[in-house]
C-alpha cells in the first residue's frame, strides 16, 4: 500500500507544471501567513499589562506629601505603591521599589538596625539600596521622585534597574 | 458485492435503540454475540488480541504507565467539579477555596483527591521515565515516543505549577513569585518572559486568570491529544518492550490473550491506585496557608517541590548557570537520549546487563557523595560567589565551580567504564543514573534540609 502511494507521488511530482508549483507554493503562503496571524492574535491576548491592571494605586503617579514630613534618615512605606521613600541623611530622596532583587519577595524595613531585610532568604539592604547581605544580586530597583512646591510625587509607572547606588539617582529639594 | 446487514428487529422501541448503538456485526469472521461487538473491537483498536507473556507481568513495567493515566482521570474528573465553584480573581479565589473546603459536601475531600493526585502523577512520571530508560524502551522503534513522553511531562509538570497558584494562599503566591523570579535571570529573554507568564510585573489579577485559564483549558486539551498520540506509538511499535529474539523464534514466542491476562491486571492495578488515592485523601489534607499578602513573605519562601532543585542550585552557582546553561543542557540532553550512537539496540532487560547493574550502584553512591560534598563544601569550606572577588561574578561563581564539578565527575565516570571496560549503553546509562540522583540529592535537600533563612538544618529541628 504504501508503496502505491510514494509511486503516486514521483509521478505528481516529475509532471508538476510550473503554475502548478506556484499555486502550490501560494497555498503554503497563505498557510503561514494565516498562521502568523493566529500568531499575532493570542501575543494581543497574553501581553502583559492589559487594562485590566494597574492596582490600586501602584503603576500610576503618588502623592507622598510634604517634603518636611520626612526626617532625614527615615523610611516610610507606601503600601499602595510597592515602595519605601527613603530620605537620606544629606536630605535627597529616594524610592526603593519594595521587591527583593534576589527573587521577588517584599523587604521589610528594621528600624532598629536600619537596614532592610528579606524574610525569604535573607538578603538585606541599607537606606540607599545597596545590597549588604548576601544572596541579592544587586541594588533594589528605584522610582523617579518628583519634587514641586516641596509636595514629593513618585512615578510608579517605570521602575529603573541598576547595580548600585550612585549620587545621581537622589532628587534632592 | 453486497454487504450482509443485519436485519433491523422489530420489539419494542427500548430494544430497537439498544440494538442500534450495538450495530451488530456485518463482517465475516465476527458473528457472533453483537452485544460484545462494540466494546471488542474499540479495544482491540488500541491493544493487539495478543501480547508477549513478558509484556504481562508486573514487574516488567511496573504498570507506571497506566498507574499515570489513572491519575490523569481522577485528575480530570475532580478538576472539573472544582472547576463548578473555583472563582479565579484575588479577592475571591482563596474564599471560594474555603467553601469548597467548609460548605460543600465532601468539597474538601475532591480538593484532596485533586491535590494529592497532582504530586503523585509527578511522582510516578519520574518513575516511568526511569522504567521505561533502565528497560532500553527508547531504542528504535520506539525512539519518538520518549519525546512525546518527555512533552506529556512538561506538560504535566505546567499543569502543577499552575495549578499551585489558584489557592491565592501564601504558599501559592510566593511560591509562584519566587519561582517566576528565578527568570529575571536569564539574559535577554528572561525579563520579558517574566512579564508575561505573570501578566505584568507582579502576581496579580492578570497572572492568577492567566494561569487559570492555561491550568482548565490549554493544557488538558494539549495533555490529551500528545496522550493519544502517546499511546498510539506505543501500539505501533508492538506494545511494551520486551527482550529481541531472532525472527525465525519470534512466531514461537510465548503470546498470552490481552483480555483476560493483561486487562484484568491492569484493570486491578487502577482500582489499587484510585483506592489509595481516595484513602490518602480522606486522611491527609492539601496545604492551605493564610489568604495571600502581596506585603509579607514568609520566611523561608521555596519553590514549588518539583522545581525545589533549581532553587538549591541558585544557592550555589551562578543564576546564568543554574537558572539557564545547566537546566537547558539536561533537558536537551534528555531529549536526546535515545538519539546517542549505541553499541547495542537491545531493550527490554532491566538495567541492560550485569555489568551496568554493578556500575550503576557505583553511580549512585559517587552521586550522592559529590553532590553532598558540594553543597556542604559550598556552606562550610570555600564559598564561591564571595571567595573570589577579583573575577567576575559569571566564571567566579559560575563557570569555575561548575567545571572542577564536572571535571571531578568526568574522572570518576571514566575511570569507573575503564574498571570495568563498560560498552557505551553501560556509560550512558551510568552517567544518566549520576544526573538523576544528583538532581533528587539537590531536592531532598531544598525541600527538607533548609530552615529559616535558607540555611541549612535538620528536618525535625524548628
Ligand atoms: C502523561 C504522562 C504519561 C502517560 C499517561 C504515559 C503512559 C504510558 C503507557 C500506558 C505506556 C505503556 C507501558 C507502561 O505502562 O509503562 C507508556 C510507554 C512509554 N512511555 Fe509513557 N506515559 C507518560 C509519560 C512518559 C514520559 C515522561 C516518558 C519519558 C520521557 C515516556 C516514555 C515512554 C516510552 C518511550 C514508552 C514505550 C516504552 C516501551 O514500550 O517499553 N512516557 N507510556
Ligand atoms: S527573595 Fe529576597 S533573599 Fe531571596
Same mark, same amino acid.
Given at each position: 500500500?504504501?508503496?502505491?502511494?510514494?509511486?503516486?507521488?514521483?509521478?505528481? %511530482?516529475?509532471?508538476? =507544471?510550473?503554475?502548478? *508549483?506556484?499555486?502550490?507554493? !501560494?497555498?503554503? /503562503?497563505?498557510? @503561514?501567513?494565516? +498562521? $502568523?496571524?493566529?500568531?499575532?492574535?493570542?501575543?494581543?491576548?497574553?501581553?502583559?499589562?492589559?487594562?485590566?491592571?494597574?492596582?490600586?494605586?501602584?503603576?500610576?503617579?503618588?502623592?507622598?506629601?510634604?517634603?518636611?514630613?520626612?526626617? %532625614?534618615?527615615?523610611? =516610610?512605606?507606601?503600601? *499602595?505603591?510597592?515602595?519605601? !521613600?527613603?530620605? /537620606?541623611?544629606? @536630605?535627597?530622596? +529616594? $524610592?526603593?521599589?519594595?521587591?527583593?532583587?534576589?527573587?521577588?519577595?517584599?523587604?521589610?524595613?528594621?528600624?532598629?538596625?536600619?537596614?532592610?531585610?528579606?524574610?525569604?532568604?535573607?538578603?538585606?539592604?541599607?537606606?540607599?539600596?545597596?545590597?549588604?547581605?548576601?544572596?541579592?544580586?544587586?541594588?533594589?530597583?528605584?522610582?523617579?521622585?518628583?519634587?514641586?512646591?516641596?509636595?514629593?510625587?513618585?512615578?510608579?509607572?517605570?521602575?529603573?534597574?541598576?547595580?548600585?547606588?550612585?549620587?545621581?539617582?537622589?532628587?534632592?529639594? | 458485492?453486497?454487504?450482509?446487514?443485519?436485519?433491523?428487529?422489530?420489539?419494542?422501541?427500548?430494544?430497537?435503540?439498544?440494538?442500534?448503538?450495538?450495530?451488530?456485526?456485518?463482517?465475516?469472521?465476527?458473528?457472533?454475540?453483537?452485544?460484545?461487538?462494540?466494546?471488542?473491537?474499540?479495544?482491540?483498536?488500541?491493544?493487539?488480541?495478543?501480547?508477549?507473556?513478558?509484556?504481562?507481568?508486573?514487574?516488567?513495567?511496573?504498570?507506571?504507565?497506566?498507574?499515570?493515566?489513572?491519575?490523569?482521570?481522577?485528575?480530570?474528573?475532580?478538576?472539573?467539579?472544582?472547576?463548578?465553584?473555583?472563582?479565579?480573581?484575588?479577592?475571591?479565589?482563596?474564599?471560594?477555596?474555603?467553601?469548597?473546603?467548609?460548605?460543600?459536601?465532601?468539597?474538601?475531600?475532591?480538593?484532596?483527591?485533586?491535590?494529592?493526585?497532582?504530586?503523585?502523577?509527578?511522582?510516578?512520571?519520574?518513575?516511568?521515565?526511569?522504567?521505561?530508560?533502565?528497560?532500553?524502551?527508547?531504542?528504535?522503534?520506539?525512539?519518538?515516543?520518549?519525546?512525546?513522553?518527555?512533552?506529556?511531562?512538561?506538560?504535566?509538570?505546567?499543569?502543577?505549577?499552575?495549578?499551585?497558584?489558584?489557592?491565592?494562599?501564601?504558599?501559592?503566591?510566593?511560591?509562584?513569585?519566587?519561582?517566576?523570579?528565578?527568570?529575571?535571570?536569564?539574559?535577554?529573554?528572561?525579563?520579558?518572559?517574566?512579564?508575561?507568564?505573570?501578566?505584568?510585573?507582579?502576581?496579580?489579577?492578570?497572572?492568577?486568570?492567566?494561569?487559570?485559564?492555561?491550568?482548565?483549558?490549554?493544557?488538558?486539551?494539549?495533555?490529551?491529544?500528545?496522550?493519544?498520540?502517546?499511546?498510539?506509538?506505543?501500539?505501533?511499535?508492538?506494545?511494551?518492550?520486551?527482550?529481541?529474539?531472532?525472527?525465525?523464534?519470534?512466531?514461537?514466542?510465548?503470546?498470552?490473550?490481552?483480555?483476560?491476562?493483561?486487562?484484568?491486571?491492569?484493570?486491578?492495578?487502577?482500582?489499587?491506585?484510585?483506592?489509595?488515592?481516595?484513602?490518602?485523601?480522606?486522611?491527609?489534607?492539601?496545604?492551605?496557608?493564610?489568604?495571600?499578602?502581596?506585603?509579607?513573605?514568609?520566611?523561608?519562601?521555596?519553590?514549588?517541590?518539583?522545581?525545589?532543585?533549581?532553587?538549591?542550585?541558585?544557592?550555589?552557582?551562578?543564576?546564568?548557570?543554574?537558572?539557564?546553561?545547566?537546566?537547558?543542557?539536561?533537558?536537551?540532553?534528555?531529549?536526546?537520549?535515545?538519539?546517542?550512537?549505541?553499541?547495542?539496540?537491545?531493550?527490554?532487560?532491566?538495567?541492560?546487563?550485569?555489568?551496568?547493574?554493578?556500575?550503576?550502584?557505583?553511580?549512585?553512591?559517587?552521586?550522592?557523595?559529590?553532590?553532598?560534598?558540594?553543597?556542604?563544601?559550598?556552606?562550610?569550606?570555600?564559598?564561591?560567589?564571595?571567595?573570589?572577588?577579583?573575577?567576575?561574578?559569571?566564571?567566579?561563581?559560575?563557570?569555575?565551580?561548575?567545571?572542577?564539578?564536572?571535571?571531578?565527575?568526568?574522572?570518576?565516570?571514566?575511570?569507573?567504564?575503564?574498571?570495568?571496560?563498560?560498552?557505551?549503553?553501560?556509560?550512558?546509562?551510568?552517567?544518566?543514573?549520576?544526573?538523576?540522583?544528583?538532581?533528587?540529592?539537590?531536592?531532598?535537600?531544598?525541600?527538607?534540609?533548609?530552615?529559616?533563612?535558607?540555611?541549612?538544618?535538620?528536618?525535625?529541628?524548628?
Amino acid at each position: 500500500m504504501f508503496k502505491k502511494k510514494n509511486q503516486m507521488k514521483t509521478r505528481e %511530482a516529475a509532471s508538476l =507544471t510550473p503554475r502548478r *508549483r506556484f499555486l502550490n507554493m !501560494l497555498w503554503w /503562503l497563505l498557510g @503561514g501567513l494565516a +498562521l $502568523a496571524e493566529l500568531i499575532g492574535l493570542v501575543i494581543a491576548f497574553i501581553k502583559p499589562g492589559k487594562a485590566m491592571q494597574p492596582l490600586e494605586g501602584y503603576g500610576g503617579l503618588i502623592t507622598c506629601g510634604q517634603a518636611a514630613d520626612f526626617p %532625614a534618615g527615615t523610611v =516610610t512605606a507606601f503600601q *499602595r505603591g510597592h515602595f519605601y !521613600l527613603s530620605r /537620606l541623611e544629606n @536630605g535627597g530622596f +529616594l $524610592a526603593l521599589s519594595r521587591k527583593c532583587t534576589h527573587l521577588g519577595c517584599t523587604v521589610i524595613w528594621d528600624e532598629e538596625k536600619s537596614r532592610f531585610e528579606c524574610p525569604c532568604h535573607a538578603s538585606a539592604f541599607n537606606l540607599m539600596g545597596d545590597v549588604i547581605s548576601k544572596p541579592a544580586p544587586r541594588a533594589l530597583d528605584y522610582y523617579a521622585v518628583n519634587i514641586e512646591n516641596s509636595v514629593v510625587t513618585v512615578d510608579t509607572g517605570k521602575k529603573m534597574k541598576r547595580q548600585r547606588f550612585s549620587a545621581d539617582q537622589v532628587t534632592a529639594i | 458485492m453486497k454487504s450482509k446487514i443485519t436485519p433491523s428487529v422489530a420489539g419494542p422501541l427500548f430494544k430497537r435503540i439498544g440494538q442500534s448503538v450495538r450495530r451488530g456485526s456485518n463482517r465475516a469472521g465476527t458473528s457472533g454475540d453483537p452485544g460484545k461487538y462494540l466494546p471488542k473491537t474499540m479495544l482491540f483498536h488500541f491493544r493487539p488480541r495478543r501480547v508477549p507473556e513478558e509484556a504481562v507481568r508486573f514487574t516488567h513495567t511496573w504498570g507506571l504507565g497506566g498507574m499515570a493515566f489513572v491519575l490523569i482521570m481522577l485528575l480530570f474528573g475532580t478538576g472539573l467539579l472544582l472547576k463548578l465553584v473555583y472563582k479565579p480573581f484575588p479577592d475571591m479565589a482563596y474564599d471560594s477555596i474555603l467553601m469548597i473546603q467548609h460548605e460543600i459536601r465532601f468539597g474538601l475531600w475532591v480538593r484532596n483527591v485533586h491535590h494529592w493526585s497532582a504530586n503523585i502523577l509527578v511522582i510516578i512520571l519520574f518513575l516511568h521515565m526511569q522504567r521505561v530508560f533502565f528497560t532500553g524502551g527508547f531504542h528504535h522503534p520506539r525512539q519518538f515516543n520518549w519525546v512525546i513522553g518527555m512533552v506529556l511531562f512538561l506538560l504535566i509538570l505546567a499543569s502543577n505549577f499552575t495549578g499551585y497558584l489558584l489557592p491565592w494562599d501564601q504558599l501559592a503566591y510566593w511560591a509562584i513569585t519566587i519561582s517566576t523570579g528565578m527568570l529575571d535571570y536569564v539574559p535577554f529573554l528572561g525579563g520579558w518572559l517574566q512579564a508575561v507568564i505573570r501578566g505584568g510585573t507582579e502576581i496579580g489579577p492578570a497572572s492568577l486568570l492567566l494561569f487559570f485559564a492555561v491550568h482548565t483549558a490549554v493544557l488538558p486539551a494539549g495533555i490529551c491529544m500528545v496522550g493519544l498520540f502517546h499511546f498510539w506509538r506505543v501500539r505501533k511499535a508492538g506494545g511494551v518492550v520486551v527482550p529481541l529474539v531472532p525472527d525465525e523464534e519470534e512466531a514461537e514466542r510465548r503470546r498470552t490473550p490481552v483480555f483476560p491476562d493483561l486487562l484484568l491486571r491492569e484493570l486491578v492495578v487502577a482500582l489499587v491506585v484510585v483506592a489509595f488515592v481516595l484513602i490518602f485523601s480522606a486522611l491527609i489534607n492539601a496545604p492551605l496557608d493564610m489568604k495571600a499578602n502581596p506585603g509579607l513573605s514568609p520566611n523561608p519562601a521555596k519553590a514549588p517541590w518539583f522545581f525545589i532543585g533549581l532553587q538549591e542550585l541558585l544557592l550555589h552557582v551562578h543564576p546564568v548557570f543554574s537558572v539557564l546553561v545547566i537546566p537547558v543542557l539536561l533537558s536537551g540532553g534528555l531529549l536526546l537520549v535515545p538519539y546517542i550512537n549505541y553499541a547495542s539496540n537491545r531493550g527490554g532487560i532491566w538495567f541492560y546487563s550485569e555489568n551496568g547493574r554493578r556500575m550503576g550502584i557505583y553511580a549512585v553512591a559517587a552521586a550522592v557523595l559529590f553532590t553532598a560534598a558540594g553543597i556542604l563544601g559550598d556552606a562550610f569550606f570555600f564559598d564561591f560567589t564571595t571567595a573570589l572577588p577579583m573575577l567576575p561574578p559569571v566564571v567566579g561563581s559560575g563557570l569555575l565551580p561548575v567545571i572542577i564539578f564536572t571535571g571531578a565527575a568526568a574522572v570518576f565516570l571514566m575511570a569507573l567504564k575503564r574498571r570495568f571496560s563498560a560498552d557505551s549503553n553501560e556509560a550512558v546509562q551510568s552517567l544518566y543514573i549520576f544526573l538523576m540522583v544528583m538532581y533528587v540529592v539537590l531536592t531532598i535537600t531544598c525541600l527538607w534540609f533548609r530552615g529559616t533563612d535558607m540555611a541549612l538544618a535538620w528536618p525535625w529541628g524548628k
